[in-house]
């Protein structure tokens, strides 16, 4: 088998020719410095920053502060709203990587925010699916709100399926007492996929002036250290749930994205490893093949298949 | 070209308390680096997730090696600190953009104003200054005798104007003060600073009525600096957190930047 088929996975809307994928917020709209260190075609796709339906300036400074093996951001999805993410940033993305899928991650304050956005960047023939992004810890209106009640996760999630022109993956957020509970609400409400996990709600604080070091106070946690909470939530819902999983959550190597795998992922995403490494994606694809042979695993979708079947 | 490569640490040692002197040599885009410019280092201990955005403080070339200088701020610097010569460190950069010396005529006047971990960006600019035959003067500030740093490479470089909060050393008082003393600030064609945001904010005030050019360098907690991320925003008269520290930064336009 070609190494390109042997990491060929197929998900509600998304042919790709390998999983990985830069998670969303860590790579903009790929109008960045790190198309000038790899070639963004190497990618499985693209998951670009949210849009909400206005512009969104963000939150204050400081927006970041490091954890032991983890990251805390508060950046509060900065961004320049729908219109100009579909008028600007995404033809430039699709001009010089016509072939690489784009996800797109919707946000807002309301349902009717979130469905607009829906309507409008769905309709784009330049976006593969959308992540609803019903997990965000660092803005005050929506965002986590969405996500941490059933009733109204299933709410949203069919409203925004009513309108999408394509698939939609919904991304979860761990802050809550039992994702699986959530995870059958967005099935229920008709979503393709789940995208999982998002950060976890932290703080840090200063000593000297004994206030949190981010502006923000709280900010969402990333990073190795919540590893091992991503793939015990995919773990389970994997086996509540039959929708696909993009999975996130501390990913830096290819033994991370088999142990993704092997909790039940379809897909992987890749945020804070970037940060120490801005190759991190083409790295992982690179490595895969060679840790698929010493695994014996033929190839990922296959494996997809033999975890489906244990389940 | 942007890189990371591996470099080697071939001079390492203490300038004053808690400043540290590093020398790492390697291969990068050196044609690239100006006054200005910064590279992330990337800490050997995986328990660490961001680089360290450090100011470039002097490079050669010939030789391939840069000069930086961190101050410990926290477990990561002190981690850095303990690194021996030899240590492999791996480099991202060359980062960020740098002074704008062609804006400035051989011969022409300037000030570089700076504090604490500020000093480094200018200590590589006063020397291309010098170079295009500029007439450098420098105005630094510290908190006493003991805490200073980088004399020798601004006085190599043009006039030395030194300040200490408590006189153990040159004028008693801060920077701002000095240059109130002073009273000279109309002959300068262009001011370059670069320090703590109070220091930022004093060369604003004292500056803005004159028809000197300023060049605001800032510092920001970064995490990606490939202008991905938007931790490191910066807010301009265009508009609120608008710019980011690391792609269109670090230096701004002192009278565009919004401190």
Redesign the interface.
Do not use: W
């Given at each position: 088998m070609m190494a390109e088929e042997r990491l060929a996975v197929e998900l509600p809307g998304l042919k790709l020719k390998n999983p990985v994928m830069p998670a969303s917020g860590c790579f903009g709209f790929g109008d960045n410095r790190y198309a000038e260190m790899f070639d963004l075609n190497e990618l499985g796709a693209i998951i670009i920053k949210a849009a909400t339906l206005k512009p969104r300036i963000g939150n204050p400074v400081p927006r970041i502060a490091e954890t032991k093996s983890g990251v805390l951001n508060a950046v509060g999805l900065q961004n320049p709203g729908v219109d100009v993410i579909l008028k600007e940033k995404l033809p430039i993305l699709h001009k010089k990587y016509p072939e690489l899928p784009v996800i797109a991650n919707i946000a807002g304050a309301t349902q009717a925010e979130y469905v607009e956005v829906a309507k409008r960047m769905s309709a784009s023939s330049m976006v593969s699916a959308l992540e609803l992004n019903i997990s965000c810890p660092n803005v005050h209106e929506g965002g986590m709100l969405f996500g941490t009640d059933p009733a109204t996760a299933q709410r949203l999630t069919k409203a925004v399926k009513e309108v999408s022109k394509v698939p939609v993956y919904v991304k979860l957020s761990p802050n809550v007492t039992d994702i699986v509970e959530i995870a059958q609400a967005v099935a229920a409400g008709g979503a393709d996929g789940l995208s999982m996990i998002n950060t976890l709600l932290g703080m840090r604080i200063d000593l000297k002036t004994r206030k949190p070091i981010l502006a923000n106070k709280t900010g969402g946690l990333s990073g190795p250290g919540i590893k091992p909470i991503a793939v015990r939530m995919i773990y389970q819902v994997s086996r509540a749930v039959n929708l696909p999983i993009i999975a996130m959550g501390g990913i830096e190597t290819a033994d991370d994205v088999i142990e993704m795998y092997l909790a039940g992922a379809s897909a992987v995403a890749i945020g804070t490893a970037h940060f120490n490494n801005p190759t991190a994606c083409p790295d992982l694809i690179k490595a895969l093949p060679q840790k698929l042979d010493e695994l014996k695993i033929k190839s990922l979708g296959q494996l997809i298949a033999e975890v489906r079947s244990a389940q | 070209?942007?890189?990371?490569n591996d470099f080697q640490i071939i001079a390492h040692q203490k300038s004053a308390p808690n400043i540290y002197r590093i020398v790492l040599q390697g291969e990068f885009d050196y044609a690239k680096v100006k006054p200005g410019c910064f590279v992330m280092l990337?800490l050997p201990d995986?328990?660490?997730?961001?680089?360290r955005p450090l100011a470039i403080a002097a490079c050669d070339a010939v030789r391939k090696t840069i000069t930086l200088i961190y101050r410990i701020v926290g477990d990561?610097t002190r981690l850095l600190s303990e690194l021996a010569v030899g240590t492999q460190l791996n480099v991202?950069g060359p980062?960020g953009n740098g002074f704008p010396l062609e804006k400035v005529e051989p011969g022409a006047e300037v000030l570089l104003v700076g504090g604490g971990t500020g000093l480094p960006p200018l200590m590589l600019l006063a020397q291309a200054l010098k170079e295009k035959g500029c007439k450098v003067s420098t105005a630094i500030g510290f908190r006493t005798a003991a805490m200073i740093f980088g004399e020798e490479e601004f006085e190599c470089t043009g006039r030395l104007l030194l300040a200490t909060d408590d006189g153990s050393k040159g004028f008693k008082g801060n920077v701002g003060e000095l240059l109130t003393e002073q009273n000279s600030t109309s002959q300068y064609t262009s001011v370059y600073a670069c320090g703590p945001e109070g220091l930022l904010k004093m060369v604003q005030r004292h500056f803005s009525a004159t028809e000197a050019a300023i060049y605001l360098s800032l510092e920001?907690?970064?995490?990606?600096?490939?202008?991905?991320?938007?931790?490191?925003?910066?807010s301009t008269k265009d508009g609120?957190?608008n710019k980011r520290v690391c792609?269109e930064g670090p230096v701004f336009d002192g009278r565009e930047v919004t401190l």
């Amino acid at each position: 088998m070609m190494a390109e088929e042997r990491l060929a996975v197929e998900l509600p809307g998304l042919k790709l020719k390998n999983p990985v994928m830069p998670a969303s917020g860590c790579f903009g709209f790929g109008d960045n410095r790190y198309a000038e260190m790899f070639d963004l075609n190497e990618l499985g796709a693209i998951i670009i920053k949210a849009a909400t339906l206005k512009p969104r300036i963000g939150n204050p400074v400081p927006r970041i502060a490091e954890t032991k093996s983890g990251v805390l951001n508060a950046v509060g999805l900065q961004n320049p709203g729908v219109d100009v993410i579909l008028k600007e940033k995404l033809p430039i993305l699709h001009k010089k990587y016509p072939e690489l899928p784009v996800i797109a991650n919707i946000a807002g304050a309301t349902q009717a925010e979130y469905v607009e956005v829906a309507k409008r960047m769905s309709a784009s023939s330049m976006v593969s699916a959308l992540e609803l992004n019903i997990s965000c810890p660092n803005v005050h209106e929506g965002g986590m709100l969405f996500g941490t009640d059933p009733a109204t996760a299933q709410r949203l999630t069919k409203a925004v399926k009513e309108v999408s022109k394509v698939p939609v993956y919904v991304k979860l957020s761990p802050n809550v007492t039992d994702i699986v509970e959530i995870a059958q609400a967005v099935a229920a409400g008709g979503a393709d996929g789940l995208s999982m996990i998002n950060t976890l709600l932290g703080m840090r604080i200063d000593l000297k002036t004994r206030k949190p070091i981010l502006a923000n106070k709280t900010g969402g946690l990333s990073g190795p250290g919540i590893k091992p909470i991503a793939v015990r939530m995919i773990y389970q819902v994997s086996r509540a749930v039959n929708l696909p999983i993009i999975a996130m959550g501390g990913i830096e190597t290819a033994d991370d994205v088999i142990e993704m795998y092997l909790a039940g992922a379809s897909a992987v995403a890749i945020g804070t490893a970037h940060f120490n490494n801005p190759t991190a994606c083409p790295d992982l694809i690179k490595a895969l093949p060679q840790k698929l042979d010493e695994l014996k695993i033929k190839s990922l979708g296959q494996l997809i298949a033999e975890v489906r079947s244990a389940q | 070209m942007l890189t990371k490569n591996d470099f080697q640490i071939i001079a390492h040692q203490k300038s004053a308390p808690n400043i540290y002197r590093i020398v790492l040599q390697g291969e990068f885009d050196y044609a690239k680096v100006k006054p200005g410019c910064f590279v992330m280092l990337k800490l050997p201990d995986e328990a660490y997730q961001l680089r360290r955005p450090l100011a470039i403080a002097a490079c050669d070339a010939v030789r391939k090696t840069i000069t930086l200088i961190y101050r410990i701020v926290g477990d990561g610097t002190r981690l850095l600190s303990e690194l021996a010569v030899g240590t492999q460190l791996n480099v991202l950069g060359p980062l960020g953009n740098g002074f704008p010396l062609e804006k400035v005529e051989p011969g022409a006047e300037v000030l570089l104003v700076g504090g604490g971990t500020g000093l480094p960006p200018l200590m590589l600019l006063a020397q291309a200054l010098k170079e295009k035959g500029c007439k450098v003067s420098t105005a630094i500030g510290f908190r006493t005798a003991a805490m200073i740093f980088g004399e020798e490479e601004f006085e190599c470089t043009g006039r030395l104007l030194l300040a200490t909060d408590d006189g153990s050393k040159g004028f008693k008082g801060n920077v701002g003060e000095l240059l109130t003393e002073q009273n000279s600030t109309s002959q300068y064609t262009s001011v370059y600073a670069c320090g703590p945001e109070g220091l930022l904010k004093m060369v604003q005030r004292h500056f803005s009525a004159t028809e000197a050019a300023i060049y605001l360098s800032l510092e920001s907690r970064m995490a990606c600096g490939m202008g991905a991320c938007e931790a490191c925003v910066v807010s301009t008269k265009d508009g609120i957190l608008n710019k980011r520290v690391c792609v269109e930064g670090p230096v701004f336009d002192g009278r565009e930047v919004t401190l």
